[in-house]
């Protein structure tokens, strides 16, 4: 620790980034004015590491713990993240999904220490001069929501900032991107929640939302501010309406640094799990064929990358897009159609309407079901019959969350296709044993896309993030499950070695940003070396 830029005493104590609380040395307290400001007692950070599990585990309300946690990130950063990291399969529904819905659901009664900013509409014309007062020279990341589409719990207004400060601890704790660098956003345009505008407790602009070109341009400032200070910047985009989330992608995403988590990520994640299940099935994937219940961010997303993998491997566009088909809540998208969002037009198949998914599984013959619709119990017992008599190894992918939502649990799947479906959900299932054979499902969770993607763009400070990105990490994903898991029908590797997974994936996405000349740093001889050596990890400065 260089004394003379620091600060000291009760300064440094309450300064996050270089608190080390009980864990200063007793020259340290010598050194820097901390004799008397702490108790006597001098720890490890191992044992600050398992005190704090002890805490953890004396609570039995999973909001207190993500308060417990939120505390020791705004007193000690270091600290959090070695506690984020000593666990991340167990802290991750803490910091994140589910914990995290509630903690938004609540911001206005459980707000304590100001984090990420606050960005009102009403501050329009003047983002460039708010945005200085971050106190950050160089921001490499940010996470912005408009809080419209939290979780699958709707409009928020300003309580979804807690989606951006959470989703950054993730970039941080499973891959490594150093927390100085990232910025948590919220772009405050009002709320359509009644409750919220009624509430005298809601933080946040007491209007409904703006639309259309108001909103467009207020973003558009908002990315004019953050290229102006941080030309490094990447901006990942979530939780957005699904015509919002589209046409800001859709706007931005030839012109700067910039991805959306819900469509690309989870369109990743959901190739992975394609190429892993595909090592089950020993199938070509340029030979499948999948229908999605639900036509939108998401299933568009999907099919988008699904489309454009199959292409890389020779087949042609027109082809590609109808191996995609969609089903909404009005029945097939076929081109006939007068009820469709732009966004659907592109995957539209010329076919007569077929307003059962069940009759659509029977005539389209898919090898493969996508769940995307926010609606539980749709991948009934003759939709999963269905699939199981088509095919000899049916993918079967309910992701709609939480687990209220999913189309269909694990035990229904694999229960109704005779033990033969290769199954993953959007929310965790435990193992289970059905007919005598233990099954792992596996959760298509975006965690295995997004940080190691971040990582990636981080290390290389890529101008650009492409599909092609996407579907890089999604190979590098789905190359890790192992031939074990494999056997128990898991297509994701496991949670728990979350870290080292995302280096692997950033390392080959950092490899395909060079070849493709989308870095803005040299290439290094050694590209895993160079992001390994680019992840943060926390531990006290000497
Ligand atoms: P969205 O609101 O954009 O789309 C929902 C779609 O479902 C619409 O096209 C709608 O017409 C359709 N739908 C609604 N009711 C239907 C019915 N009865 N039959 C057929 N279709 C119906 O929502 P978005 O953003 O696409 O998310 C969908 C779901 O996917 C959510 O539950 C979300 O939690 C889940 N999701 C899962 C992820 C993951 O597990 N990695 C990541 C992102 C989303």
Not at 153 to 161: A, H, T
Not at 387 to 397: S, Y
Request: charged content about 20%; glycine content about 8%.
């Amino acid at each position: 620790m260089k004394k003379d830029s620091l600060a000291t005493g009760h300064d440094l104590l309450h300064s996050p980034r270089l608190n080390k609380g009980t864990a200063f040395s007793e020259a340290e307290r010598r050194a820097y004015g901390l004799e008397g400001l702490l108790p006597p007692g001098v720890s490890t950070i191992e044992l600050q590491v398992e005190r704090t599990h002890a805490e953890l585990a004396r609570l039995t309300d999973d909001l207190q713990k993500y308060l417990l946690l939120s505390d020791l990130q705004a007193r000690n950063e270091t600290l959090y993240y070695a506690v984020l990291m000593s666990d991340p399969a167990g802290l991750m529904p803490l910091v994140y999904t589910p914990t995290v819905g509630e903690a938004c659901q609540r911001f206005d009664r459980i707000f304590r220490a100001a984090r990420g900013m606050y960005l009102p509409i009403t501050a329009r014309g003047r983002l460039r001069e708010v945005l200085h007062n971050w106190p950050q020279d160089d921001v490499r990341f940010i996470v912005v929501t408009d809080g419209e589409r939290i979780l699958g719990l709707g409009d928020l207004g300003v309580g979804g900032m807690g989606i951006p400060i959470g989703k950054l601890a993730l970039y941080t704790a499973c891959a490594g991107v150093p927390p100085q660098y990232c910025l948590p956003v919220i772009l405050d345009v009002g709320t359509n929640n009644q409750g919220l505008l009624d509430d005298p407790f809601y933080l946040g602009l007491r209007q409904n939302r703006i639309r259309g070109e108001e909103y467009m341009a207020f973003v558009d400032e908002f990315i004019e501010a953050v290229q102006t200070h941080y030309p490094k910047c990447c901006i990942q985009w979530e939780d957005f309406a699904n015509f919002n989330a589209v046409a800001i992608l859709n706007r931005y995403r030839d012109k700067i640094c910039t991805y959306n988590d819900d469509i690309q990520g989870t369109a990743a994640v959901a190739l992975a799990g394609i190429f892993a299940a595909l090592r089950i099935s020993d199938r070509k994937f340029s030979d499948q064929r999948f229908l999605f219940l639900g036509g939108g961010a998401a299933a568009t997303g999907i099919a988008r990358l699904i489309s454009e993998a199959m292409m890389l491997e020779g087949v042609d566009a027109a082809a590609a897009r109808a191996r995609c088909v969609l089903f909404d809540i009005n029945g097939l998208v076929v081109a006939s159609r007068n009820d469709l969002a732009d966004f659907q037009r592109p995957f539209t198949v010329d076919h007569a309407p077929v307003s059962a998914f069940v009759d659509a599984v029977k005539a389209l013959r898919p090898t493969g079901i996508i769940g995307v619709s926010t609606v539980p119990k749709l991948f009934d017992r003759p939709v999963i019959e269905a699939m199981a008599e088509i095919n000899e190894r049916p993918i079967v992918f309910p992701y709609s969350n939480p687990t209220s939502r999913s189309e269909c649990t694990a035990e229904e799947a694999y229960r109704w296709s005779g033990g033969r479906a290769i199954f993953a959900s959007g929310s965790p299932y435990p193992p289970l044993e059905v007919a005598g054979r233990t099954f792992v499902p596996g959760q298509g969770n975006n965690v295995y896309i997004f940080p190691a993607m971040g990582m990636a763009i981080f290390a290389t400070e890529a101008a650009r993030v492409t599909d092609e990105m996407f579907i890089v990490a999604a190979k590098a994903v789905a190359e890790q499950v192992s031939e074990e898991s494999l056997a128990k029908g898991l297509i994701y590797p496991p949670q728990s070695r979350i870290f080292e997974a995302s280096l692997y994936v950033a390392g080959k996405v950092a490899a395909y940003i060079f070849d493709q000349g989308f870095a803005r740093v040299p290439r290094p001889a050694d590209i895993d070396a160079f992001v390994r050596a680019h992840a943060y990890r926390p531990a006290y400065s000497a």
